[in-house]
Nanobody
Framework: QVPLVESGGGLVQAGGSLRLSCAAS????????MGWFRQAPGKEREIVAA????????YYVGSMKGRFTISRDNAKNTVYLQMNSLKPEDTAVYYC?????????????????????WGQGTQVTVSS
């Protein structure tokens, strides 16, 4: 089990920034790849970004690359999502997830099926 707790969500104006955190209560955190997903009302859950166990490799959805940055601190069992230049369409519940990808490939890291453990989510609301 890898319990995950997200924090850092909130209400922000368009153009603003937020940093989400996801804390894991597991000594094996550093062996897991981590992903950030989001789900807006009435929409499917979608991947935002992912990072491998070491932090050396990161993956992004094209539309978010350059605005969002995923990082991790294995000493603190925490993964982060820095979100800049936020837009109203970024409004969603953001979830972190942990998993062990079977291959070092973009398609694998960016698939929800790769991730076995999920947090409860944190709400991000961007006002126009």
């Amino acid at each position: 089990q890898v319990p995950l707790v997200e924090s850092g969500g909130g209400l922000v104006q368009a153009g603003g920034s937020l940093r989400l955190s996801c804390a894991a209560s597991a000594r094996t955190f550093s062996s897991y790849a981590m992903g950030w997903f989001r789900q807006a009302p009435g929409k499917e859950r979608e991947i935002v970004a992912a990072i491998d166990w070491s932090g050396d490799n990161t993956y992004y959805v094209g539309s978010m690359k350059g605005r969002f940055t995923i990082s991790r601190d294995n000493a603190k069992n925490t993964v982060y999502l820095q979100m800049n230049s936020l837009k109203p369409e970024d409004t969603a519940v953001y979830y972190c997830a942990a998993g062990k990808p079977g291959a070092q490939r973009y398609q694998v890291f960016m698939s929800a099926a790769t991730y076995d453990y999920w947090g409860q989510g944190t709400q991000v609301t961007v006002s126009s």
